[in-house]
């Protein structure tokens, strides 16, 4: 019984590292697209929060993103190290949380 926890853990592992890993690329991707394309985000409308109001803090924003996939994948990686199954749970629940946050104030 004890294989199928450690290869369900693993798996979760790579799962995750994989998401983050996704995450990273479409932000880097919307980061490319900003930059030749500004015009295309509503920078400055009223409403949007902290990130439209300037491009500094979108661009700091999507930086702020990437880092964070960047975290996930490390972790997700770093399964011989100390507590870092804690630390990868705390990092998947709080993306989720970040997710439900914009998905429900979204629409």
Not at 17 to 43: N, T
Not at 47 to 72: D, F, H, M, Q, R
Not at 77 to 85: C, I, P, T
């Amino acid at each position: 019984m004890q294989v199928v926890g450690k290869w369900t853990r693993i798996l979760a592992r790579i799962v995750w590292g994989l998401v983050c890993l996704l995450l990273m690329v479409v932000f880097l991707m919307d980061l490319r697209q900003f930059s030749q394309a500004p015009e295309l985000y509503p920078i400055g409308a009223e409403g949007l929060g902290w990130t439209y109001e300037s491009a500094p803090n979108y661009v700091l924003s999507g930086w702020l993103l990437v880092g964070w996939g960047v975290i996930g994948a490390v972790l997700a990686l770093l399964y011989r190290v100390r507590n870092s199954g804690l630390f990868l749970l705390i990092h998947a629940l709080m993306t989720l949380l970040w997710v439900g946050y914009v998905a429900w104030y979204a629409y």
